[in-house]
């Protein structure tokens, strides 16, 4: 009994201590690092295309807030992010399918209104850029190594939540892009655009200046 008094003690103190230094450092400047995994996928295609495997990723970069007020912040971003998926496609010879898998490394600004709530809960929302620094398709196993086809800007919005308790935090994100990632025409389907979305689960330190 004395050792569960002695936990739960400690358990309060703990988070009188969290919560107050989380509290203390409202309306600051504060930088940071952040990284964790990106479950990515693709949307926006065509019917008779099955979607396959998405792609479990990093993603990881700076950030800061640069508070506007004492609850209200301005997150700018520099991320390492990965996407991409594996996608079916009607074939030009009937009842076979070809799969496409694409791997895409994207250098990505996100630009976020970042509101502090109460009992430490944070929440964003805003809009992302992303320049495309490498990509790979697989087409049937075989690797392609042609890259007309694909944009190398994308554009999007984003939003999410997570827990602040002083430097520390954990973060998920849903993202969506607003433009293709790859633009043709197939036999069978069409054109061919699908758009990268994904959720990301991170874990950031924070310096306060």
């Known amino acids: ?5 002695h936990f739960l003690a400690a358990t309060l103190l703990f988070g009188c201590l969290a919560g107050a230094t989380a509290q203390s450092n409202f309306g600051e400047f504060k930088w940071g690092l952040k990284g964790g995994v990106n ?6 295609i065509t019917d008779g295309i099955e979607k396959g495997k998405g792609r479990l990723g990093f993603v990881g970069g700076a950030f800061c807030k640069i508070p506007l007020k ?3 912040s301005i997150r700018p971003e520099l991320l390492f992010h990965m996407k991409g998926s594996t996608l079916d496609v009607p074939s030009d010879v009937a009842g076979l399918n070809d799969e496409f898998r694409f791997g ?8 976020s209104f970042d509101f502090d709530l109460p009992f430490f809960i ?8 992303a320049f495309l620094i490498s990509q790979s398709l697989k087409f049937n196993g075989t690797k ?18 997570g827990i602040d308790l002083g430097n520390i935090g954990i973060q998920v994100r849903y993202q969506q892009s ?12 069409g054109k061919f655009e699908p758009r990268n979305w994904g959720i990301s689960l991170t874990a950031s330190y924070m310096f306060i200046n």
């Open 70 to 72: 004492s609850f209200l």
């Open 144 to 161: 392609s190594s042609s890259s007309e086809d694909f944009n190398k800007t994308e554009f999007g919005w984003h939003l999410g939540s």
């Open 1 to 5: 009994m004395k050792t569960i008094k």
């Open 122 to 129: 944070d929440f964003h929302a805003g809009v992302q850029g």
């Open 104 to 111: 895409l490394n994207y250098l990505e600004v996100p630009l």
């Open 39 to 44: 479950f990515a996928g693709v949307n926006n």
């Open 178 to 189: 607003l433009a293709p990632f790859y633009d043709a025409t197939l036999f069978g389907t």
